[in-house]
């Protein structure tokens, strides 16, 4: 702060004192505060010519500089925040190496009852970054949901967890196979938020602590293979279903979704030779 502007905020502290001072004694002894009033009335002249001669104009200015610092200290705090979170991604295990990657950032989302359909989040990079219909999206903590529309420049991602998106999985330490979904198959209990439904492929054995990842797909799309999804949190009893069933609670928290990336299945356009 300008040593002009804290003096003058020491000023108009030492008037709230002392008017303060000035009341109480007034209510309690009336009599003696006339001098008192007097002498504070000498004091604070001074103080008043100064705050008095701070005009409109001043006081704009000094509010613009205090809003545009702030503005300045927000716009680094979020470019922190994003190279954390590129770091973070960049380090993660969830991340598949074999191909690249494009870094890209929520910027809008869909709920369900959207009239396009679908719970999806918007990105801001497109087709002509490379993006494509049904290419894989992750965060650091793992899968995160595939693109469902593209333009020119953003992408709508379908994500895990909404009623029409079926994931083929490895789960155990053998890899047994199974599929996961938001649906429970019939005869289970509708599943609370951010819980998903395992179905055991044949007779392998699945317990409580089991990771489950993506089994993948022929070139990658729409899931690339060995993709952290989540973990096995409780057995369903056997109800008279078909299949064995399990309760997954994916990594992803989809609701706080910022820095994500796009899993490449080609080269952009601007990248080519």
Do not use: C
């Not at 003058?8 to 109480?24: R, S």
């Not at 300045?72 to 380090?91: C, P, S, T, W």
């Not at 490895?170 to 649906?183: D, Y």
């Not at 064995?244 to 994500?260: G, I, N, S």
């Amino acid at each position: 702060m300008p040593p002009a502007s804290r003096r003058t905020a020491l000023l108009a502290t030492v008037l709230g004192v002392a008017t303060a001072g000035v009341l109480v004694l007034d209510l309690a002894r009336p009599a003696l505060a006339e001098p008192v009033r007097v002498a504070a009335a000498t004091v604070a002249a001074p103080a008043q010519r100064l705050v008095a001669g701070w005009d409109d104009g001043r006081v704009l200015e000094l509010t613009t500089e205090r809003d545009e610092l702030a503005a300045r200290v927000d716009a680094l705090e979020q470019q922190l925040r994003g190279r954390e979170q590129l770091e973070a991604l960049d380090r993660s295990a969830a991340v598949p190496r074999e191909r690249p990657l494009l870094p890209a950032r929520v910027v809008a989302f869909a709920p369900v009852a959207s009239p396009v359909g679908g719970r999806t989040v918007t990105l801001d990079v497109g087709e002509r970054d490379g993006v494509r219909t049904d290419q894989t999206v992750v965060d650091a903590e793992g899968l995160v949901g595939r693109v469902l529309r593209v333009a020119p420049r953003s992408a709508d991602v379908l994500l895990l967890g909404d009623a029409d998106v079926v994931v083929g999985v490895r789960f155990g330490e053998q890899g047994a196979l199974g599929s996961v979904q938001a649906t429970p198959v019939p005869g289970l209990p509708t599943r609370g938020h951010g819980k998903l439904t395992l179905t055991v492929m044949g007779d392998s054995p699945v317990a409580v602590g089991d990771e489950v990842v993506t089994l993948g797909s022929p070139d990658g799309v729409p899931y690339a293979a060995g993709i952290p999804l989540g973990t096995v949190t409780s057995l369903d009893p056997d109800r008279g279903q078909l299949d064995r069933t399990a309760v997954v609670r994916p990594h992803v928290d989809t609701d706080t979704l910022d820095l994500v990336a796009v899993v490449l299945t080609d080269v952009p356009a601007g990248d080519q030779p």
